[in-house]
């Protein structure tokens, strides 16, 4: 069965650190996009950062400068460094993926989401 497992959130202070992590697994042949979203109580999900499969990332103006996107294609798994972490960065994070199965076909698939919490 194909699936992305996130792992990494928690909670810290403000100007603290996490670092997030999605292994995708099951029968893949290949990944093209890697992207984290995050959604906070009450507010639509959005996009964080995304990563395509030779390395290229791009940025939510929110974010740059203090979050890095990266990815480790032996592995299957993408992960988002987060450093100067605001309260406002509250949030559950997705990882999101264009998976290239045995068919041939690309299909998109979500985490469950981890829950990343910035509080004193």
């Known amino acids: 069965q194909v699936q992305l497992?996130?792992?990494g959130g928690g909670l810290v202070q403000p100007?603290?650190?996490l670092r997030l992590s999605c292994a995708a697994s099951g029968s893949i042949f290949s990944i093209n996009a890697m992207r984290w979203y995050?959604?906070?109580p009450g507010k639509q999900r959005e996009l964080v950062a995304?990563?395509?499969s030779g390395g290229s990332a791009?940025?939510?103006d929110f974010v740059?400068?203090?979050f890095t996107i990266s990815r480790d294609n032996a592995w299957?798994?993408?992960y988002l460094q987060m450093n100067s972490l605001k309260p406002e960065d509250t949030a559950v994070y997705y990882c999101n993926a264009d998976l290239i199965l045995g068919s041939g076909?690309?299909?998109n698939y979500w985490g469950q989401g981890t829950q990343v919490t910035v509080s004193p």
């Open 15 to 17: 100007g603290g650190s």
């Open 64 to 66: 740059k400068g203090r």
């Open 5 to 7: 497992v996130e792992s």
């Open 38 to 40: 995050r959604q906070a």
């Open 50 to 52: 995304a990563i395509t």
């Open 58 to 60: 791009n940025y939510a």
């Open 76 to 78: 299957n798994t993408v």
């Open 105 to 107: 076909r690309s299909y």
